[in-house]
C-alpha cells in the first residue's frame, strides 16, 4: 500500500505545473519588505501541508474544462485564507504544534499570531483584487464570513452535550467546508459564468469538506498524536464536543454521560490526577468507549464522500476527474 | 468652549446625510443571521465612537467636488474595518473597557473577539465587492495589509527603548494613519481617477493620523481613564514605549532611565508594592517627569496637523473644506 503523501502527490499529478505555479506565487507573497513579518511568514511556510484545498481549485478547473492563466493565483489566495485560519485556529485552541512545526503563537505568542493572521487575510484578499475577475474577491470574503461565523457558534456551543447532528454538521460545515466548497466552485466558474457547474463543485467541495472535519474530530478524540502530526484532545480541553462523542452521549446512561461531563469539566487538578497527567482525552477515552461513537462519525463521513462523489457524474472523463474520485478515498482514510 | 463631541457634530454636518445612510448601512452589516454573532455585533454598536474615518470619506468627497451614492457604503466599510481593527487590539492589549462599554474579550472572551474581529474583517470585504468600483476592495485591503505590519513591528519592538522617533511614527503610521490616508484617499477618488487629489488626501489623512496616535499614545501615559473612557497605563503595561516615554528616555540619567526600565519590566508583584497598586504607568509617572516629553509630543503632534493642513490649500471653499481643518484642532485638543 503507499504511503498517504506519495498517494497524493499521484492525485496532484494532473495539476502538478498549477500546483508548482501556485507555490512560486505563494512565496511570493509571504516574502514581505517587514523583516518581523518575514521572519513569521518563513516560520509558517514550513507548515505547507497537503494543499488540498488549492489543488481541488485546479483539479475542479481542469475536470471541468474551465482552466486559465489566473486559477494558480485564485488556488493561491484560497490557500492563504486557510493559512490565516490555520494561524487564528491555533490561537483559538492554544494549539503548540502544527505537522511537527510549532504554532506561531507558541514560537512567538498570541499577540503576535492574531496579527500574523489578519496579515495573511488583508494580503489574500489585495491579491484578489489584481485579478481580472471579481468573483474570486466575492467568493472568498463571503466564504470567510461564513467560516466565521461558524466558529463563533461553535464556540457559544461548548459543552453542549446534547447539541442535534444537524447543528453539529451546519457548524462544523461552515468552518471547515465553507472553504472547499469555494475552491472547488472557484475552480469551475472563475472568472465567470458556468453557475449550475459551479454549485454542483461547491456541494462536491463541501461534503468532501464535511467528511474531512468529522476524520478529523475523530483523530482529535482517539488519534495518537506522533501519527497525525499535531497535538490531539484539544477539542476535550476546549469544551467542544463533536460527533463521536455527540453519539456516545446520547447512547450512555445517566451514570455514564455524568462520568463524560466530568472528563470535559473537572478541575485541572482532578483531570490531572485521574488520568495520571495525560489529559482530558485520556480521561474521556477511560470513563466511555468511543469506538462506536467514532465508528458511527466515520461511516456518517463515508456517506459524504459518496454523496460527494455522486456530483462528478456530469463531468467527462479526464485524469482531473479521476484524482477528484481519489481525492473522496483519500480523505476518507486520512490518520494524519 | 463647546464640549468636544458637540463640536464633533458640527464638524460632520456637512455630510450628517451620508453619516446617517453611512449608519443604516453599518447597522445591516452588523445584523447577522447567527444569534451568537448578532449578540456580539449589537454589543460593539456601542463602542459607535466618533466615526471621524467615516467623516473624512465623506468630507474629503465633499471637498472634492467627488461625492457619489456610493460614498456612504465606502465610509461604511472603512468604519467596519476600524471596528475589526479596535476588537482585535483590545486582545492584544487585555485592554478591559472601550467607550465606557466592556470590551468584546471581557464580555465574552479572546477566542470569541479574534473571531468577531475575523468576521468583520470578512464583512467589510465583501461590501466591497458589491460596489462598483473595485478601488475601494484594492485600498482597502492593501491599508489593512500595512496596518498588521506596523501592528506586528511594533510588538517585536516592544522594551525598545533606544528606538528612533523615525521608527516610532513609522510604526505609528502604519498601524494607525494608514486607515485614516485611506479613508481620505476613497473619499477624493473613489470610483476611480482623480490620483494627485487623491494622493494628497491621502497624506492628509496620514498626518492627522499619525497626530491623533501620537496623543493616544500620550494620554495612555498621563491621561486620566475617566475622562479618556478606556483603560489608560495600557502601552506600558505592554511594553510599547511610546514617544514622550522615548523623548524622557533619551535625556534621562543612567540612573533614571534604569528606573524608567524598571516600571516596565519588573515583576507584576513589586509594581504592585511601589506604585500602591496602581500599575506600571503610575509607577513611571513617579519615577521622572513625563510632562516635558508629552509636551515635545503634543507639539510633534501640532506640526503634523499644520503640514497636513497646508494639504488643503488647493481645494476651493466649502463647508466641508471648513470641517476638514477644524477636524485638525479637534484632533489635537482631544483629551477623551
Same mark, same amino acid.
Given at each position: 500500500m503507499t504511503a498517504p503523501d506519495a498517494r497524493l502527490v499521484l492525485l496532484q499529478e494532473p495539476v502538478a505545473e498549477g500546483l508548482e505555479r501556485m507555490r512560486e506565487l505563494l512565496a511570493g507573497q509571504l516574502d514581505e519588505a517587514s523583516p518581523a513579518v518575514r521572519d513569521m511568514t518563513g516560520h509558517i511556510?514550513?507548515?505547507?501541508?497537503?494543499?488540498l484545498r488549492a489543488s481541488l481549485t485546479l483539479l475542479a478547473g481542469e475536470a471541468g474544462g474551465n /482552466?486559465?492563466?489566473e486559477h494558480p493565483a485564485v488556488a493561491c489566495i484560497v490557500e492563504m485564507i486557510h493559512l490565516a485560519t490555520l494561524v487564528h485556529d491555533d490561537v483559538l485552541d492554544g494549539a503548540t504544534v502544527r505537522r511537527r512545526v510549532a504554532c506561531v503563537n507558541e514560537r512567538w505568542d498570541n499577540q503576535v499570531a492574531v496579527l500574523l493572521g489578519d496579515f495573511l487575510y488583508a494580503r489574500a484578499f489585495a491579491l484578489s483584487?489584481?485579478?481580472? /475577475?471579481r468573483m474570486c474577491s466575492r467568493v472568498l470574503s463571503e466564504a470567510t464570513r461564513r467560516i466565521c461565523v461558524g466558529e463563533i457558534e461553535q464556540s457559544t456551543r461548548?459543552?453542549?452535550?446534547?447539541?442535534s447532528q444537524g447543528d453539529y454538521e451546519a457548524i462544523a460545515g461552515a468552518k471547515t467546508a465553507t472553504l472547499y466548497g469555494a475552491a472547488c466552485e472557484l475552480g469551475a466558474c472563475y472568472p465567470s459564468g458556468n453557475e449550475e457547474g459551479g454549485a454542483r463543485m461547491r456541494a462536491f467541495g463541501y461534503e468532501i469538506g464535511l467528511a474531512f472535519q468529522i476524520i478529523d474530530d475523530c483523530l482529535d478524540v482517539v488519534g495518537n498524536p506522533e501519527v497525525v502530526g499535531k497535538s490531539v484532545g484539544n477539542d476535550v480541553e476546549d469544551g467542544k464536543v463533536t460527533l463521536p462523542v455527540l453519539w456516545t452521549y446520547a447512547r450512555a446512561s445517566e451514570a455514564a454521560r455524568s462520568r463524560i461531563r466530568d472528563a470535559y469539566t473537572l478541575p485541572a487538578e482532578a483531570v490531572e490526577e485521574a488520568a495520571s497527567g495525560r489529559g482530558r482525552a485520556e480521561l474521556l477515552r477511560s470513563v466511555c468507549d468511543l469506538e462506536p461513537g467514532v465508528e458511527y462519525a466515520l461511516a456518517r463521513a463515508g456517506e459524504l464522500t459518496r454523496g460527494a462523489l455522486e456530483r462528478l457524474e456530469g463531468l467527462g472523463a479526464s485524469q482531473a476527474r479521476d484524482a477528484l474520485e481519489a481525492l473522496g478515498g483519500y480523505v476518507l482514510e486520512r490518520r494524519w
Open positions: 511556510a514550513r507548515f505547507r501541508g497537503k494543499q /482552466s486559465t492563466d483584487t489584481e485579478l481580472s /475577475s461548548r459543552y453542549d452535550f446534547e447539541m
